[in-house]
């Protein structure tokens, strides 16, 4: 599945109380679902589609402006900041907020960090579905996670693995299986350890460039400390930051947890162990044995 990453955006700021928007599949593209108040006429019968074929956008309460606003107001500095956050306290928040941006000039200001906003958010939208996209920059907006600004010029993004994107790793997971135990290359391996792993509740986290998957990892959680089990990157996208950026969104999931992270390691992985070193994991806390 493909889609403009513009088009996505804009269906989002688009849909309204009267209008809701889906991602139909067939035709790879946005249709328009309207309600018995609304002006306009929908294009199919969506009593008729079958609901495998639709993807339906993030609706207004899911986009929350309201955060973009808090969000701009936080990344201008000086009196502007105050004013703009001081503006976003209690009713009639948005009218304030128009006001003072009108009165320091930053209108053009706020409609292009608003604008790069709504790309993110598609951005984000189309990784979690699974959508590819053409986009070559990120949007350059002030408020990125961390992750993402570890390999921001190559616009890479780390979304949790879901039932709608985990096809794109299968590929991987079977390479992964395949060094790990030797052997064949053996898609089906891959499936059935994603699968395993989706079972016991693990969690999968996908990088993606321009929606693309290029890399993923695997952590469980034991309550005492959170291990991760395996980072992969393709082949073509390694010593780009991006294992890097899978190990920084495990560290958040640790700290989240209150617990340490643990890399699980085999000892014949020289990659891995030159991996952990080179990002700063160089204590041993055990070895294990299993007999020969």
């Known amino acids: 599945m493909h889609a403009d990453l513009k088009e996505i955006a804009d269906a989002m700021d688009e849909q309204d109380d009267i209008s809701e928007g889906f991602y139909y599949k067939p035709e790879e593209r946005i249709i328009w679902h309207f309600t018995e108040y609304g002006?306009?006429?929908?294009?199919?019968d969506f009593d008729e589609i079958d609901s495998d074929d639709l993807?339906?956008?993030p609706n207004k309460y899911e986009i929350n402006e309201y955060g973009m606003m808090e969000d701009f107001a936080a990344s201008i500095p000086g009196e502007a900041g105050k004013w703009l956050n001081n503006s976003l306290v209690g009713k009639g928040a948005f009218r304030r907020f128009r006001a003072t941006l009108q009165r320091f000039g930053l209108e053009e200001k706020w409609y292009a960090y608003r604008e790069g906003a709504f790309l993110q958010?598609?951005?984000e939208w189309c990784e979690l579905n699974g959508i590819t996209y053409d986009e070559e920059e990120a949007p350059d907006i002030p408020e990125i996670q961390d992750v993402q600004k570890a390999v921001r010029k190559l616009n890479v993004h780390i979304v949790p693995v879901n039932d709608k994107n985990i096809g794109g790793i299968y590929d991987m997971a079977a390479d992964w299986v395949r060094i790990r135990n030797g052997g064949k290359l053996d898609m089906q391996a891959?499936?059935?350890?994603?699968?395993d792993c989706m079972e016991q509740e693990n969690e999968l986290y996908l990088a993606s460039v321009e929606g693309r998957p290029v890399g993923f990892c695997v952590a469980e959680d034991h309550g005492l400390e959170v291990d991760l089990?395996?980072?992969?990157?393709?082949?073509?996208?390694?010593?780009?930051?991006?294992?890097?950026?899978?190990?920084?969104?495990?560290?958040?999931?640790?700290?989240?947890?209150h617990s340490p992270l643990v890399l699980k390691i085999h000892p014949e992985n020289s990659d891995g162990l030159g991996f952990a070193t080179a990002v700063g994991y160089g204590t041993v806390r055990y070895t294990e044995f299993v007999k020969n």
């Open 39 to 44: 002006i306009g006429d929908d294009e199919f």
């Open 55 to 57: 993807i339906r956008l």
């Open 121 to 123: 958010k598609a951005m």
């Open 190 to 195: 891959g499936v059935d350890y994603l699968e």
């Open 229 to 257: 089990m395996l980072v992969y990157v393709r082949k073509e996208y390694r010593k780009k930051g991006i294992g890097r950026a899978l190990l920084k969104q495990a560290e958040s999931l640790a700290e989240e947890y």
